[in-house]
């Protein structure tokens, strides 16, 4: 069920911590993988880690410029010739949308506010729109998106990308029907919700940068884990894989927390 080999696989924000994690599984089972980023260097760096069976390559673009993209679509059909999933990475905060001692909710910027709904939600909605063509064109494929544990329960002072990431919800329902009542049944969607871990965003607003303990926050976050810790990225690729895969091929239009049982818990 795992095997991809000979099955595309298009990344965006493939670079970030999860993500480039996510690509390195992929080709360890066989997929080859386009890692789409505004960044070839650090494209061709985290290639270079990858060992294989699977191929990897990259594709220069910003999720938010639709040329760019279609560019990056023929670099994608001019190597693997067709692309079987893709994986909405790319996405992010800013600190200027988060409520805070001397920024209160009335007098969040417009600018930081459309900056991370734009990122997230255009950034998700505009490379489906040119990758996930092609598989409408070939009644086959998996979209699988990136939400938040954010979207479930609004984290306090995250505005921004609380609704944003709320809206990828609505939106991997909304395309999931879409695409296999206009398309193909054939073609799913669906996205994973991860709960809490250390990344480059986040590292020192739940870590301490110089001591490396955990900060307020971070201690609040865990107490509100059962599982008691962050996740690691490699927590994330059994059910990516299984998303991915036809192990799942009666699932479409879900959202599956991978949250150390965040979400489960009430707090008393």
């Not at 998700?124 to 598989?135: H, R, W």
Request: glycine share 12%.
């Amino acid at each position: 069920m795992y095997d991809f080999t000979g099955r595309s696989v298009t990344i965006t924000g493939g670079t970030g911590v999860l993500f480039s994690t996510m690509a390195r599984g992929l080709v360890g089972c066989g997929a080859d993988v386009a890692i789409v980023t505004r960044s070839p260097a650090k494209g061709a760096s985290l290639i270079s880690t990858m060992p294989g069976p699977g191929r990897a390559i990259v594709a220069q673009a910003d999720v938010l410029r639709r040329s760019e993209l279609q560019q990056a679509l023929q670099t994608v059909i001019a190597e693997f010739g067709r692309i079987d999933c893709l994986i909405n990475g790319a996405g992010g905060n800013q600190p200027n949308a988060i409520t805070r001692a001397g920024l209160s909710f009335f007098d969040l910027p417009e600018d930081a506010l459309r900056f991370v709904f734009d990122l997230n939600m255009l950034g998700t909605i505009l490379p489906t729109q040119v990758f996930g063509k092609t598989m409408a064109e070939q009644g086959e494929g998996v979209v699988l998106n990136v939400s938040s544990m954010s979207a479930f329960r609004p984290l306090t002072r995250v505005l921004g990308y609380s609704a944003a990431k709320a809206g990828i919800n609505n939106f991997t329902q909304w395309l999931a029907v879409y695409m296999a009542r206009e398309y193909s049944p054939r073609i799913r969607v669906n996205a994973i919700a991860p709960g809490f871990f250390l990344t480059e965003q986040n590292r020192n607003l739940l870590t301490e940068p110089e001591s490396g303990r955990l900060t307020e926050r971070g201690q609040s976050i865990l107490d509100h884990t059962p599982m008691g810790r962050f996740g690691q990225p490699e927590d994330l690729l059994g059910t990516v894989l299984w998303l991915l895969s036809p192990a799942s091929a009666f699932v479409t239009g879900v959202v599956v927390p991978v949250d150390g049982g965040f979400s489960a818990f009430s707090g008393v």
